[in-house]
């Protein structure tokens, strides 16, 4: 029988992957108990450990049909088909044209967007997301694809950490410039849906916990009796027992504060040397609390603790050379044990692709990540585009840290 601990670390783990549970309180499939699954963001709830804030609010919605544009070139909105599961989070269906999801709490969220896309046509195509609160476009969560011509597939992902005040409503809007290029729905390639998005909160402050009490003193020990008195006369009483010490009191617990910050990169970055390691820059923070950007490369944490580090890299290349790209992660200028992934360009010039993952890593307070890459061929490099075909604005790269 293959052990747990020989299995592979999973990556990429989103709210919607499913994990397996024991309910120990239903017997109805064995006397220890019955197994069943459930989506991560069903018990996100249980291992908070706060009151107050908003923690366990979360929502996961999915469209489950074929999407593809009516006309050419136009702006159309994603229709979901539904909601999985959620709590404080809700699908809205606002018109026929215009799906959105409502949140009913204020506070820091994460937002998670993974869709299968299919191209139809005789000529590779770009496709374009981007999301809206409300009137607002979320800038770090805008992203294009190149799909190959002739029944290519493609993957695109991303995440974005976002302010939210009660009531506002997100909703996604694609383009393409052609209508046999869409969102297709196979379970072959995906998880069944072709668009899926998850969406929980991020804690705001964690209250630390009580000390114990300090144990009672023990009881002092009975006065001895008075003797007797001569020819009638009472005894003299025994004097009374020392009372025992005050027990200590627990040490208080310590508070702690959440932490979480969001990179972006607006220029291009280049490999100038073949095989050479070269850190990924940022230039721009679009938000942060407790984690700060040093020396355009170093992300600094204010707090010991866990972190998800999450980075999204728009890769180019300038000439047809074919050749692969490797990335990883460093804590304190070292590179960290298992963290490289291994990504190949096929194709000729400007041949986008995205690399998009995360890493979780313990630390302590004061420490930095930098993200490391090299290339076999130095005609790759991190493609910065200031006025894409649809949408604003697309950054080299995106990163964020939350605190977990």
């Not at 979360?58 to 909105?77: C, D, E, K, M």
């Not at 294009?144 to 409503?169: H, Q």
């Not at 009490?213 to 003797?227: A, I, L």
């Amino acid at each position: 029988m293959a052990l747990l601990t020989d299995q592979i670390l999973a990556t990429g783990v989103t709210p919607s992957d499913l994990i397996h549970i024991v309910i120990t309180g239903d017997t109805s499939q064995n006397p220890a108990g019955s197994s069943y699954k459930a989506p991560i963001s069903q018990v996100l709830s249980l291992f908070t450990g706060t009151t107050g804030g908003n923690e366990g609010y979360y929502g996961q919605f999915y469209v489950n049909t074929n999407l593809f544009a009516p006309t050419s070139g136009t702006s159309n909105t994603i229709q979901f088909s539904g909601t999985e599961l959620s709590n404080q989070v809700s699908l809205n269906t606002m018109s026929l044209t215009n799906d959105s999801i409502i949140f009913n709490q204020s506070g820091k969220y994460q937002i998670y967007f993974r869709g299968t896309l299919y191209n139809g046509a005789s000529t590779k195509e770009s496709v374009s997301v981007t999301s809206y609160l409300g009137s607002n476009i979320v800038r770090s969560a805008i992203d294009n694809v190149d799909v190959e011509a002739n029944g290519g597939y493609e993957t695109i992902s991303f995440e974005s950490l976002v302010d939210v005040v009660s009531g506002e409503s997100l909703y996604f809007i694609w383009k393409t410039s052609n209508i046999l290029t869409g969102f297709i729905n196979s379970a072959g390639l995906s998880t069944g849906y072709s668009i899926n998005v998850s969406v929980f909160s991020v804690g705001d402050v964690l209250s630390g916990a009580s000390g114990t009490n300090g144990t009672s003193g023990t009881s002092g020990v009975n006065g001895t009796s008075g003797t007797n008195g001569t020819s009638g006369t009472n005894g003299t009483n025994g004097t009374s027992g020392t009372n025992g010490t005050s027990g200590t009191n627990g040490s208080s617990g310590t508070s702690g504060v959440k932490a979480w910050g969001s990179f972006i990169s607006t220029v291009d970055q280049t490999i100038g040397v073949a095989g050479t390691t070269y850190k990924m820059s940022a230039d721009t923070t679009t938000t942060n609390s407790n984690v700060t950007l040093s020396g355009g490369s170093r992300f600094v944490v204010t707090n010991g603790g866990t972190y998800n580090i999450q980075f999204s890299a728009q890769i180019n290349k300038s000439s047809g050379t074919q050749g692969s790209v490797w990335i990883w992660l460093s804590r304190g200028g070292t590179p960290i044990t298992a963290t490289n992934t291994e990504v190949y360009l096929g194709g000729s010039s400007n041949e986008r692709t995205v690399a998009a993952w995360n890493w979780v890593d313990e630390c302590d307070a004061g420490a930095y990540y930098e993200i490391e890459w090299t290339a076999e061929h130095n005609n790759v490099f991190l493609d910065y585009t200031a006025s894409p075909t649809y949408g604003p604005a697309v950054p080299s790269l995106i990163v964020t840290l939350t605190q977990v």
